[in-house]
């Protein structure tokens, strides 16, 4: 596992929404799309947070009106990332050590280029031939 890169397993498929885009409208993009984040960018494609369906958990909890509220007031700002070049072993390690289930894959020219996301790794993980033991 560990010459298996990131930029393999990633999926290029992003949903992105800005900082000021309404709590309602990310959850209904996220709902639509059968996914369990958004990455938020600004106009340049540069990383500024993540919001996903636990962050919704906290949106409940609150009770402010949601279709008011910006996703800003929620998302994770210091978002952990990783690199096409990052192994799946230490980008699995990482999403392992934080709980997390989605790991944004940035470049520093292009910001945001890929999620890699727990279901990515259990897919690729139930696809690998291991020899079965004697």
Partial sequence: MDDIF??????????TVPPDTLVEEAA??????????????????????????????KVVAERRPKDE???DTYM????????VQDSIRDAADVMLEHGFHHLPVVDDTEGVIGMLSSTDLAS???????????
Avoid: C, W
């Fill in 6 to 15: 990131v930029g393999r397993l990633m999926s290029t498929t992003l949903y």
């Fill in 69 to 71: 509220t910006p996703v």
């Fill in 76 to 83: 994770s700002a210091d978002v952990i990332t990783a690199t």
């Fill in 28 to 57: 209904q993009k996220m709902l639509s799309s059968d996914v369990g984040s958004v990455l938020v960018v600004d106009g340049d494609n540069q990383l500024e947070g993540i919001l996903t369906t636990t962050d919704f958990v």
């Fill in 124 to 134: 690729y993980l139930s696809h690998v031939q291991t020899p079965s033991p004697s």
